[in-house]
């Protein structure tokens, strides 16, 4: 039972059937659906445009007693045989049409006596199953103590063949298929219909049941959505870029500008244009999967699930997916994987099968800049890559190697365009803490450690995993300075803490001592809290559930690492308190892009950021090491005041920056 046959299986497994047609006169009994190639249906009915006496028949009998010519006979002439093995009873195949779906089993039932053998997964019985798809098949024998399963495969395949399941599904004979039109080609895109199951119904001398509604594909671009005029018109405008470029690039989008929007949109439009479609998105979170799942949903895609199961499983999905549409069952599939499983060997020779059929959308791109992805990614026709920030920071060579990959950024869309149109406007406020004498000792202690490390590797591209170590030591010094947490005690006392709401902490991700020293701080004030971090992640219905009680106010605060960073959507979050003050600008962006987005369920004119940065001791000012620690922390500060719309006012952060650099002389310090 297969729901496809291609008489291409034959070449493939040639020696195995020559020794099968030599040693035995029993048939090999298929059934299948009613999609079958042309050149498939003209041999099996004996009206192909070769010679069956001439060709097939010479070509087979005159191999019969010699099971090595026989297999060189198979695979010369794979469609002669198929049409041989039917004219001669050999090969006996009935269509079976089902009442709703298709017929789609994968079992392969072997007997030999009282022996049985069945072959059960994802399998068909086509060239490609056999000699491309990644499958997956499980064995059970009756001399292995799965007789009993053995027998039921035998019986459902005998009920199946004397249409004994007339509830759901009628088998007819070839010949009767073919004299009835019930048969499509693979790539028809015509899916068998109830229709055609009554019909076979009544050629079999059964009565008519009610027919069930037929299924369609549905890609459609939501009618709610503005995108080629008015405020979103810089969606249009990706789109049309990405269009124009060959259907490759990157766009380069703030947070919140819709970047999956747009990217449905150009995936829409090139389905309509081909008419055979796999969307693949690739994301960085399951947040992200959850997230990018129900979008799809939205332009009346049907996504497979990668939430569950194992990742093995996912790639035989994908294949299956990828076969409806070579067949013509479907004229769109959608999957949304992490880019984990993007990068198993197993999935990308699998697409790679299929270039022209699959649009590879990769959220959150930059983060595929690494080894394990551009030392061999997919050759693919078609490529979308997204990101606010696709340059990789210290890594060149990754960025360079990605743009190659995936093609040139062909549309820009940063925070300055986006904040007053798809973003709030944020107040930005910078609260100084200063390093204790302890943390300011480690910290020039690891700075003379570093310096000779630079000095022996000759740049920063050679550095050693050591002194990897020590940067991300004395990185952590300053994220979990020991006055953060104090200061923002001190804050958040000076606010009424019953109205609290919709508040967002972030913390060093480097270790999870400060994350708990601020959920103690927080029960200690009596405020209602959770914490998310990767570990709540991989529990999506508990997470569900976190955000809902958020949204509803009665949670007050998410406490965070750096799982927020990307693919976590909560509008509602109106203030931010950053005491992780990394160094990467790319996180910048992230966590500003995910305080500023538009809100419709609650009232949100603007968003407040507050900024915790660390500066030494203040009997330590005019050390190089303080200067170096100063400048470090002002140059993420001065990026996020750019846009702040209190930048330049009398409390603003401008001037308490220019200030601290006038105050530690941070011009000209490398």
């Given amino acids: 039972m297969a729901g496809y046959f291609g008489g291409g299986v034959l070449r493939d497994l040639a020696p195995g059937l020559a020794s099968y047609i030599v040693r035995t006169g029993a048939p090999i009994r298929l059934l299948v659906s009613p999609v079958l190639s042309e050149e498939d249906q003209a041999a099996l009915r004996g009206g192909s445009s070769h010679d069956l006496e001439g060709l097939a028949v010479s070509a087979i009998e005159a191999a019969l007693t010699d099971e090595v010519a026989l297999t060189s ?218 997230q990018w799942t129900e979008e799809m949903r939205e332009f009346g895609l049907k996504p497979y699930n990668t939430l569950r199961g194992a990742g093995d499983d996912h790639i035989t999905h994908i294949a299956e997916q990828l076969e409806y549409l070579e067949f013509g069952v479907s004229s769109v599939e959608a999957t949304v994987v992490t880019h984990d499983l993007l990068k198993r060997p197993q999935l990308q020779a699998l697409l790679e099968q299929h270039q022209s059929r699959v649009l590879l959308i990769a959220d959150e791109m930059h983060n595929l800049g690494t080894q394990a992805f551009i030392s061999n990614p997919p050759e693919l026709e078609y490529k979308l890559g997204l990101s606010a920030t696709p340059e990789r920071q210290y890594d060149g060579a990754g960025t360079s190697a990605l743009l190659e990959y995936f093609g040139e950024v062909v549309f820009e869309f940063g925070l300055r365009e986006a904040i007053g149109l798809c973003l709030v406007p944020y107040q930005y406020e910078l609260h100084p803490v200063r390093l204790s004498d302890e943390e300011n000792l480690e910290y020039v202690e690891l700075s003379a450690k570093i310096r000779q490390a630079y000095a022996r590797s000759g740049g920063a591209d050679d550095l050693d995993a050591a002194t990897q170590r020590l940067l991300e030591k004395r990185r952590l010094i300053l994220e979990s300075a020991s006055g953060k947490v104090s200061e923002l005690e001190r804050l958040l006392s000076q606010q009424s803490l019953k109205d609290l709401r919709y508040t967002l902490i972030y913390c060093t991700d480097k270790n999870g001592a400060q994350l708990r020293e ?153």
């Fill in 73 to 290: 006979a198979l695979a010369q002439h794979t469609r002669q045989c198929l049409a041989y093995l039917a004219k001669v009873g050999r090969l006996e195949l009935r269509v079976v049409l089902m009442k709703t779906g298709i017929f789609h089993p994968k079992q392969w039932t072997f007997m030999d006596g009282e022996d049985i053998a069945v072959l059960s997964g994802s399998a068909n019985f086509s060239h490609r199953a056999v000699a491309s798809n990644v499958e997956k098949l499980h064995l059970q024998s009756t001399w292995s103590g799965d007789g009993e399963d053995c027998l039921e495969a035998v019986e459902v395949f005998r009920q199946y063949w004397e249409n004994k399941f007339l509830d759901h599904a009628v088998s007819v004979s070839f010949d009767r298929a073919v004299a009835e039109n019930l048969l499509q080609p693979y790539d028809s895109g015509i899916v068998p219909s109830p229709e055609d199951y009554e019909k076979a119904r009544t050629l079999e001398g059964y009565p008519t049941v009610v027919a069930a509604e037929k299924s369609v594909d549905s890609f459609f671009i939501p009618t709610s959505l503005r995108w080629e005029d008015g405020p979103y018109a810089h969606q249009g405008e990706a789109v049309h870029r990405w269009e124009n470029a060959g259907r490759r690039g990157v766009l380069c989008m703030a947070t919140g500008a819709g970047k999956t929007i747009s990217a449905l949109i150009a995936a829409q439009r090139l389905w309509k244009e081909k008419g055979s479609l796999l969307v693949l998105a690739a994301v960085p979170t399951l947040p992200l999967v959850a």
């Fill in 518 to 670: 601020v959920n103690a701080m927080l029960r200690r004030l009596g405020i209602r809290f959770h914490q998310v971090t990767s570990e709540e992640t991989q529990k999506p219905a508990t997470l569900e559930r976190t955000v809902a009680a958020f949204r509803s106010g009665s949670i007050q605060c998410l406490t965070a690492m750096r799982v927020l960073d990307e693919g976590f959507n909560i509008p509602e979050i109106a203030t931010a308190y950053v005491l992780a003050s990394t160094t990467v600008r790319r996180q910048w962006v992230q966590r500003r892009g995910r305080v500023l987005r538009l809100s419709r369920s609650t009232t949100k004119p603007f968003a407040t950021i507050h900024d915790l940065i660390v500066l030494p001791p203040d009997d330590v000012i005019g050390d190089p090491d303080a200067r170096r620690l100063v400048k470090a922390e002002l140059e993420r500060a001065d990026e996020f005041a750019k846009l702040a719309a209190n930048r330049d006012r009398a409390d603003g952060p401008a001037g308490l920056i220019q200030d601290l650099e006038s105050e530690y002389v941070v011009w000209g310090v490398r």
